[in-house]
C-alpha cells in the first residue's frame, strides 16, 4: 500500500504528513519538558535544605553543550545535501552528527560514573562529609559479597548467636550469603530445637526437621511449602466455619443488618482446633560459636541486641563498632547545620564550632579554622571591590555557600597554599571531568575519616535518593539523554540504511531526514536550558 | 523553507552564523555564571544571574528554533501546533509563579 503525502504536500496544510506529526509530537515534548522544568522550580523553592547550586562540574556540561549546537549544524548540512542529491556529502554530515551524540553520551556516563560513586553522610546535626569509601579487605585482599562485588567499608557488624527466619519472606540469596559467612568463621548455623507440626486433619504430630539440621535455603524451603499448605488449608476451614456461624446468626435474628450482627459473630476456637493442621510462620537457627555477620547498611535495620533485615530475618546479637569508612573526604559542608542553627536562633559559627566533626577531627577543625580565614579575606575583598551601600552595609557579601562549604577546591587551595606541589595541567583538567585525584593528592589534601553509625542521620551516593536536586538531575538528564540516544538511532538508520530509499526516491529521504533532524533540534533547544538550569544555577 | 538548490546554499550561510552565536552565547553563560567581574546582581548565584542565564538560553532557543528548525518559513498549521505546547508552557510557568501567593509558602511556616 502507498502510503500518501509523504513527499509531496496535502493541499489543506501545505505539508508533508510526517512533518504535521513531528510537530504535533515535538508539541507534546514540549510541554513534558515544561512539566519537567516546573517541577524543578518548585522542588528548588521548597526545598528545606540548602539547595546544591552550582554543583556538578562546569566543564563535561560546557563541553557537551558545544557537542550538541555542533551535531545541530552538521544534521541541517546533510538535510541541504540532500536536496543537493550530494549523498557522500550527507553521510559525511550525518556521520559527524551521529558521532557527536556518542560523545556526548560518553561524556554523559562518565559524569553519572562519578555521581554514583560519590558517597555523602549526612550526620546527625546535619553537618555533610563528601568522599570516598574504602573496600573491605583481609589478608590485603579486598572481599567479595555473594554477588562477587566488592565490599565498601559501610557494613553493619552484628555478632550473632541466634536467627529466626520468615517461614514466607526469607531471602535466599541472604540466607546463603550468612551461610557463607558463617562456614568463613568456621561456624555452624543448626536449627534450635525440633520443628514438630500436624500435616495432616486429625493426624498427629510429628517432627518435620530436627534440632540439629543445618541451615540450608532446602530446609527453609520445606518448612516454607509446609506452612503455606497449612495456611491455605486452615484459611478454607476458619472461612467455612465463619461462614457457618454467619448463617445462624442471621437465622436467629433475620431482621438485623450484616454490620448489627458483626459483633455477635464469632467462630469457637475449641471447635475448630481439630480440623487444623499447624503452621510455622518462623523458625528460629542457633549460630555456633557466635559470628560476626556483616550486612548493607539499607538491608537491616539495627538494633544494640536485636536486628532485623528486611526479610523479616531476626538476629540476635551484639551490634558491634560499624563504622562507615572514607579513604578519601573530598569535602565538608556546614550549610545544612548552619540553616538550621540560624532557624533556630543560634549562631552558625557557634553551632559548627561546636559540631561534632569539628570537635572530633584534628583535620576538619583544621580545615574549618583555615575556611573561616579565606572567607574573612573574601569579605575584605568584596568590601574593598565594592564598598558599601547608603546605611553602611557591605553591598557584596559572600554567599552562603561560599560561608560554610569546605569543597575539595578549597582542600587542594589549603594544602597548595602549605606548600604542597600543584598538579600538571592536564592532571587538573582531568579534574574537572572526573573530581578530584586521589592518588596525586595524597592523603593529606584528602585523608581517611571514620564516622561512627551513631552519628549518622542519613548516608547514599549522588543518587537520586540523596536530595530532590538530585532526583530532579537524573530525571530530566536521563529524560533527555534517552532522546539524545533514540534521536541518534533514527538518524543512524538514514545514515546506514538509507542509500536504497535515496536512489529510489531522494525527495522521501530528505523529507525524511528533515523530520529526524527536526526532533535532534528539539533535543539540542532542550539541552540549552537543561545546562545552565542544573549546571550554573 | 528553502527548497531551490540556491536557496538552500545561501541558507547554509546563516547556519553557520547561527552557529557562531550559540557557541558564543554558551561562553557568555558560562562566563557570567563563573566570572566575578561579570557577576550582576549580588555576590554569586542570585535572581539576576537566573534572568540573564534564562535570557541568553530564550534567545538560543529562540535561533535554534527560528533558523535550524526554519521556523522563519513555516506554513500556518505548524505555527498553531507549536504555539500551543509553548502557551501551556507558559501557563504552567504562571502557576509555579502563582505558588508564591499559597498562603503554605509563608516564611512562617519554614
Known amino acids: 500500500m502507498e502510503i500518501p503525502y509523504i513527499v509531496t504536500p496535502r493541499k489543506d496544510t501545505g505539508l508533508f504528513n510526517s512533518k504535521i506529526a513531528i510537530w504535533l509530537f515535538l508539541a507534546s515534548e514540549v510541554m513534558l519538558f515544561g512539566g519537567f522544568f516546573s517541577a524543578y522550580v518548585f522542588l528548588r523553592i521548597g526545598a528545606d535544605y540548602p539547595w546544591p547550586e552550582r554543583t556538578l562540574p562546569v566543564l563535561p556540561g560546557l563541553i557537551n553543550t558545544f557537542v550538541l549546537i555542533g551535531s545541530s549544524v552538521t544534521v541541517v548540512f546533510a538535510w541541504a545535501s540532500l536536496k543537493l542529491r550530494q549523498w557522500r556529502r550527507f553521510q559525511i554530515f550525518m556521520g559527524i552528527t551521529v558521532a557527536c551524540a556518542a560523545i556526548f553520551m560518553v561524556l554523559k556516563g562518565i559524569e553519572y560514573n562519578v555521581k554514583l560513586h560519590h558517597q555523602a553522610v549526612r550526620l546527625k546535626d546535619y553537618t555533610v562529609i563528601e568522599g570516598h569509601l574504602g573496600y573491605e579487605k583481609e589478608d590485603g585482599v579486598e572481599v567479595k559479597d555473594y554477588k562477587g562485588h566488592k565490599i565498601e567499608e559501610n557494613q553493619i557488624l552484628i555478632e550473632a548467636s541466634k536467627l529466626t527466619f520468615s517461614t514466607v519472606r526469607f531471602h535466599k540469596p541472604w540466607v546463603e550469603s550468612l551461610m557463607g559467612q558463617a562456614a568463613h568463621h568456621n561456624a555452624e548455623i543448626t536449627l534450635t530445637e525440633d520443628i514438630k507440626a500436624i500435616t495432616e486433619i486429625g493426624g498427629k504430630e510429628e517432627v518435620i526437621a530436627k534440632a540439629g539440621d543445618k541451615l540450608s535455603p532446602g530446609l527453609l524451603s520445606r518448612i516454607q511449602k509446609a506452612h503455606l499448605a497449612a495456611r491455605k488449608s486452615n484459611s478454607v476451614h476458619r472461612t467455612?466455619?465463619?461462614?457457618?456461624?454467619?448463617?445462624?446468626?442471621?437465622?436467629?435474628?433475620?431482621?438485623?443488618?450484616?454490620?448489627?450482627?458483626?459483633?455477635?459473630?464469632?467462630?469457637?476456637?475449641?471447635?475448630?482446633?481439630?480440623?487444623?493442621?499447624?503452621?510455622?510462620?518462623?523458625?528460629?537457627?542457633?549460630?555456633?560459636?557466635?559470628?560476626?555477620?556483616?550486612?548493607?547498611?539499607?538491608?537491616?535495620?539495627?538494633?544494640?541486641?536485636q536486628s532485623r533485615l528486611r526479610d523479616d530475618t531476626v538476629i540476635e546479637g551484639k551490634l558491634l563498632e560499624?563504622?562507615?569508612?572514607?579513604?578519601?573526604?573530598?569535602?565538608?559542608?556546614?550549610?545544612?547545620?548552619?540553616?538550621?542553627?540560624?532557624?533556630?536562633?543560634?549562631?552558625?559559627?557557634?553551632?559548627?564550632?561546636?559540631?561534632?566533626?569539628?570537635?572530633?577531627?584534628?583535620?576538619?577543625?583544621?580545615?574549618?579554622?583555615?575556611?573561616?580565614?579565606?572567607?574573612?579575606?573574601?569579605?575584605?575583598?568584596?568590601?574593598?571591590?565594592?564598598?558599601?551601600?547608603?546605611?553602611?552595609?557591605?553591598?557584596?557579601?559572600?554567599?552562603?555557600?561560599?560561608?560554610?562549604?569546605?569543597?575539595?577546591?578549597?582542600?587542594?587551595?589549603?594544602?597548595?597554599?602549605?606548600?604542597?606541589?600543584?598538579?600538571?595541567?592536564?592532571?587538573?583538567?582531568?579534574?574537572?571531568?572526573?573530581?578530584?585525584?586521589?592518588?596525586?593528592?595524597?592523603?593529606?589534601?584528602?585523608?581517611?575519616?571514620?564516622v561512627p553509625r551513631e552519628q549518622i542521620g542519613f548516608a547514599s551516593k549522588f543518587t537520586p535518593s540523596w536530595n530532590t536536586y538530585y532526583a530532579i538531575y537524573f530525571?530530566?538528564?536521563?529524560?533527555?539523554?534517552?532522546?539524545?540516544?533514540?534521536?541518534?538511532?533514527?538518524?543512524?538508520?538514514?545514515?546506514?540504511?538509507?542509500?536504497?530509499?535515496?536512489?529510489?526516491?531522494?525527495?522521501?529521504?530528505?523529507?525524511?531526514?528533515?523530520?529526524?533532524?527536526?526532533?535532534?533540534?528539539?533535543?539540542?533547544?532542550?539541552?540549552?536550558?537543561?545546562?545552565?538550569?542544573?549546571?550554573?544555577? | 523553507m528553502a527548497n531551490s538548490p540556491e536557496e538552500i546554499k545561501?541558507?547554509?550561510?546563516?547556519?553557520?552564523?547561527?552557529?557562531?552565536?550559540?557557541?558564543?552565547?554558551?561562553?557568555?553563560?558560562?562566563?557570567?555564571?563563573?566570572?566575578?567581574?561579570?557577576?550582576?546582581?549580588?555576590?554569586?548565584?542570585?535572581?539576576?544571574?537566573?534572568?540573564?542565564?534564562?535570557?541568553?538560553?530564550?534567545?538560543?532557543?529562540?535561533?535554534?528554533?527560528?533558523?535550524?528548525?526554519?521556523?522563519?518559513?513555516?506554513?500556518?498549521?505548524?505555527?498553531?501546533?507549536?504555539?500551543?505546547?509553548?502557551?501551556?508552557?507558559?501557563?504552567?510557568?504562571?502557576?509555579?509563579?502563582?505558588?508564591?501567593?499559597?498562603?503554605?509558602?509563608?516564611?512562617?511556616?519554614?
Open chain 1, 240 to 305: 467455612a466455619a465463619l461462614r457457618e456461624e454467619w448463617k445462624i446468626a442471621k437465622n436467629d435474628s433475620p431482621e438485623l443488618k450484616g454490620w448489627q450482627l458483626a459483633g455477635a459473630v464469632s467462630v469457637d476456637p475449641a471447635a475448630l482446633a481439630p480440623k487444623l493442621i499447624s503452621e510455622i510462620s518462623t523458625v528460629g537457627f542457633t549460630v555456633n560459636p557466635p559470628v560476626e555477620f556483616m550486612f548493607r547498611p539499607r538491608d537491616v535495620q539495627e538494633g544494640a541486641t
Open chain 1, 322 to 450: 560499624s563504622p562507615m569508612i572514607f579513604h578519601h573526604v573530598d569535602a565538608i559542608d556546614f550549610q545544612h547545620l548552619a540553616m538550621k542553627a540560624e532557624q533556630k536562633g543560634i549562631d552558625p559559627i557557634s553551632a559548627i564550632d561546636a559540631s561534632w566533626l569539628v570537635q572530633n577531627s584534628p583535620f576538619a577543625r583544621e580545615a574549618w579554622e583555615w575556611h573561616k580565614g579565606e572567607v574573612a579575606k573574601l569579605e575584605a575583598e568584596l568590601l574593598k571591590d565594592y564598598g558599601t551601600d547608603k546605611k553602611g552595609n557591605p553591598k557584596r557579601e559572600p554567599t552562603h555557600k561560599d560561608r560554610y562549604r569546605i569543597g575539595w577546591k578549597e582542600l587542594v587551595k589549603k594544602v597548595e597554599s602549605e606548600g604542597r606541589p600543584k598538579l600538571s595541567g592536564t592532571a587538573s583538567l582531568a579534574e574537572e571531568f572526573v573530581g578530584p585525584n586521589y592518588a596525586a593528592r595524597g592523603d593529606e589534601t584528602f585523608p581517611h575519616f571514620s
Open chain 2, 10 to 110: 545561501k541558507a547554509t550561510t546563516s547556519y553557520l552564523i547561527v552557529c557562531g552565536i550559540l557557541f558564543l552565547g554558551t561562553v557568555l553563560t558560562v562566563l557570567v555564571a563563573t566570572l566575578p567581574a561579570l557577576d550582576i546582581g549580588r555576590h554569586g548565584f542570585d535572581m539576576w544571574d537566573c534572568v540573564l542565564g534564562l535570557l541568553i538560553a530564550s534567545v538560543k532557543a529562540s535561533l535554534v528554533a527560528y533558523v535550524f528548525m526554519h521556523l522563519n518559513h513555516e506554513k500556518k498549521a505548524i505555527y498553531w501546533i507549536f504555539g500551543s505546547g509553548i502557551v501551556f508552557v507558559i501557563c504552567l510557568g504562571a502557576l509555579t509563579a502563582l505558588a508564591y501567593s499559597d498562603p503554605l509558602h509563608d516564611p512562617f511556616f519554614k
Open chain 1, 475 to 537: 530525571t530530566m538528564t536521563g529524560l533527555h539523554g534517552l532522546h539524545v540516544i533514540g534521536g541518534a538511532i533514527v538518524l543512524g538508520y538514514y545514515l546506514f540504511c538509507g542509500k536504497k530509499m535515496y536512489l529510489a526516491n531522494p525527495e522521501w529521504l530528505a523529507n525524511r531526514v528533515e523530520v529526524g533532524g527536526l526532533f535532534w533540534h528539539f533535543v539540542d533547544l532542550v539541552w540549552i536550558f537543561v545546562f545552565p538550569v542544573l549546571y550554573l544555577m
